[in-house]
């Protein structure tokens, strides 16, 4: 079982619409959690971090639940330009992160 | 431009050559990491270290490649022999321990990568 594990997707999905990932993480031992955004041939882009009490920036959500050792990311009212590949990353005190392959998200006219 | 530099971006060798790559962290941080990525996947660790010292290193890398950061600033990776399967984008990243909350010292900022296809 892979450390850190996302849907690739696509999710495809119309402008205004809201969406959801989920990632999930296998080490119960980790403490930072992560996303990023990667547009096509670019490099990943810290998009937000996320607490243990959740983290909220304009449009998008962070929520960690380590229960069921899972981190989700929810985009609100969906633009064009959010379209791209959507990675988490989990760490735990060894500060090597690990991530998952991505979400792929396709926001439509 | 104070973020993380990287290079070459691109490099086209032949199966059994030498390459080196450089990266140039943001200059405050004291942490550098080397990735590796291919096509849907996400980068996958191979080194890391903390001002110059290298403190760790994937168990998949090979023998082949080596990292330096011999002042604790820039950094090299260097890949001898390349074969085929080498043929990536090798992704840097740096990353500070002063940052105030505890989960935000593994932030990753990163270099633009440097493509390598190996022929």
């Known amino acids: 079982r892979k450390e850190v594990e996302q849907d690739p997707g696509p999710f495809n999905v119309p402008e205004g619409a809201t969406v959801a990932f989920n990632c999930t993480y296998s080490?119960?031992?980790?403490?930072?959690f992560f996303w990023y955004r990667q547009d096509c041939r670019k490099e990943p882009k810290l998009l937000m971090s996320v607490y243990s009490s959740g983290n909220e920036d304009g449009r998008f959500t962070a929520q960690l639940n380590r229960a069921s050792q899972y981190i989700s990311l929810l985009i609100r009212d969906s633009k064009l330009s959010d379209s791209a590949t959507y990675l988490c990353?989990?760490?735990?005190?060894?500060?090597?992160?690990?991530f998952g392959r991505g979400t792929s998200l396709i926001v439509h006219p | 431009d104070t973020g993380v530099s990287q290079d070459p971006r691109h490099k086209i060798t032949k199966r059994g050559q030498n390459v080196t790559f450089r990266c140039d962290p943001i200059s405050e941080h004291n942490r550098l990491y080397w990735y590796r990525q291919t096509l849907g996947q996400g980068p996958e660790f191979l080194t890391y270290?903390?001002?110059?010292?290298?403190?760790?290193k994937s168990r998949l890398l090979s023998d082949r490649f080596s990292a330096e950061r011999p002042k604790g600033s820039f950094s090299t990776l260097e890949i001898q022999r390349t074969e085929q399967g080498d043929s990536a984008m090798y992704l840097c990243a740096s990353s500070s321990k002063l940052r105030g909350r505890a989960p935000t010292f593994n932030e990753q900022f990163f270099g633009p990568g440097t493509r390598l296809t190996v022929l």
């Open positions: 990353s989990s760490s735990g005190g060894s500060y090597i992160p690990t």
């Open positions: 270290f903390q001002n110059e010292a290298q403190l760790e």
């Open positions: 080490n119960s031992a980790s403490q930072s």
